[in-house]
């Protein structure tokens, strides 16, 4: 027993180490990224400040919030283990759903085969990652979700991104039984409605009680075992944050993912297995336990969109801003106006010397200055690359003129490499340059 344990010591600390060299030698992936397993400028600090600059930090915000939610989830089924409960007696209903149309916890709550393929495990992210390292069908498998292909809309012709909507979330004929939420009694009138929370819902219409769930922390603090109403706490709070129309960080999500209603509330959570609960009838208690049971999973699916369009749109946009380069757009128009006026005042001083046919000549040599200035501007404004900024101090900017060290490896090897090719670029350019005007005949008009 000890040797197998030591045998899997050191085939695990093996693959750490094959994996920190291969690291090495190439770009970090979205999933290292979200597993917060790669360093500056490339980690997810920077990421969400792309997104921030954007505008599509909800989007991000979302997964991240359904992450903490099914991480909740996930705690709270090894909490029944650990008790000595299993999930069939304490949560029939679920145990059914899951056994019937497979949840990301099969493996946890021990269904044979109700297991789902998530891009990223809550709680088993290391495990997901090293997967996936050694997987080369992974990035195919990431752009199917739910067994339907994902096209970036940014990246092809099809409209409705969730980087570039604006405005209200449409609504469609019951979206909530195309992918086995029960819809609540008489939300089948109310389609039509932009306010989801309007019909027979809980909420009613969107109220201030839905503004406060807005703003509401999604994290649900943990001082004893998880239980069913923090479940419902933690879904309700992602509800009312992204998902209602109107709400402060309302998401885009297609028709067919669209959550319409929420007909839990955690102020009154329903008991499970227990039976109706006095006054209330047998068809109200089974909807009421059906939408229960799908609680864990309700976001998996909005998450695996999300993650699809963030990895195809934005993340390599993001690499190419700050893998290959490290200023933000706001830097780079600064150089782009402070080269442009350096350049003016260059030429307007070699003219000068020209045309006044000052001597000596050798004076010309001095248009190196604004020059030099002029032209390393303009190439960092195109590179979006300060070549002094990266080899003198070895810093790339997070928000305009705020900088810190660059400490991914090959990022860094990356930006040294091209901060070199700006370097040369600058100095031909502006030997050129000068030459050309050192050459030209004087003649005083």
Not at 165 to 183: I, M, R
Not at 213 to 232: E, F, M, N, Q, Y
Not at 348 to 366: C, M, N, Q, W, Y
Request: net charge positive; glycine share 8%.
């Amino acid at each position: 027993m000890a040797d197998e344990k030591e045998l899997l010591s050191t085939q695990e600390k093996e693959q750490k180490d094959t994996w920190a060299q291969e690291r090495r030698n190439r770009l970090p992936t979205f999933r290292e990224v979200l597993a917060r397993q790669t360093k500056p400028p490339v980690d997810l600090f920077m990421f969400y400040l792309f997104l921030q600059r954007e505008g599509a930090e909800d989007v991000l915000d979302f997964w991240l919030d359904v992450q903490q939610h099914e991480n909740l989830c996930r705690a709270y089924f090894k909490d029944l283990k650990k008790s000595g409960k299993s999930v069939k007696d304490e949560w029939p209903q679920y145990y059914d759903f899951a056994r019937r149309r497979g949840s990301i916890y099969g493996t946890v709550v021990g269904i044979p085969g109700a297991g789902k393929r998530s891009t990223m495990s809550s709680a088993e992210v290391s495990e997901e990652e090293r997967q996936a390292r050694n997987d080369p069908q992974t990035s195919q498998q990431a752009q199917a979700i739910g067994g339907r292909t994902t096209v970036s809309p940014r990246g092809s012709a099809v409209p409705g991104s969730p980087f570039d909507w604006k405005g209200p979330t449409p609504v469609n004929p019951d979206p909530f039984q195309q992918h086995g939420y029960v819809s609540p009694p008489g939300s089948h009138a109310q389609h039509g409605s932009v306010t989801p929370f309007s019909g027979g819902g809980r909420f009613g219409r969107y109220s201030s009680m839905a503004k406060r769930l807005s703003r509401a922390p999604t994290i649900i603090p943990r001082d004893g075992p998880v239980t069913h109403a923090a479940l419902i706490a933690s879904a309700e709070r992602i509800y009312g944050r992204y998902l209602v129309p109107g709400a402060e960080k309302e998401i885009y999500l297609p028709p067919s993912l669209r959550i319409h209603s929420f007909m839990l509330s955690s102020d009154n959570p329903p008991p499970m297995g227990t039976g109706p609960a006095i006054g209330q009838g047998k068809e109200e208690y089974e909807m009421e336990q059906a939408a229960l049971a799908q609680v864990p999973d309700m976001f998996h699916s909005q998450k695996e969109y999300v993650f699809s369009a963030m990895e195809q749109d934005a993340f390599p946009r993001f690499l190419r801003a700050k893998a290959f380069g490290n200023l933000t757009p706001v830097s780079a128009l600064v150089r782009l106006v402070l080269g442009l006026l350096s350049l003016w005042i260059g030429l307007s001083t070699g003219f000068a010397l020209i045309f006044l046919d000052v001597k000596p000549k050798s004076k010309r040599f001095f248009l190196f200055i604004p020059f030099t200035l002029a032209i390393l501007f303009l190439v960092s404004h195109q590179y979006e690359l300060d070549p002094l900024l990266l080899l003198l101090f070895n810093q790339s900017e997070t928000t305009p003129f705020r900088t810190l060290a660059v400490r991914e490896p090959y990022v860094k090897k990356l930006l040294i490499g091209r901060a070199i090719w700006v370097s040369v670029l600058v100095a031909v350019l502006t030997t050129i340059l000068t030459i050309i005007f050192w050459a030209v005949p004087g003649h005083r008009l």
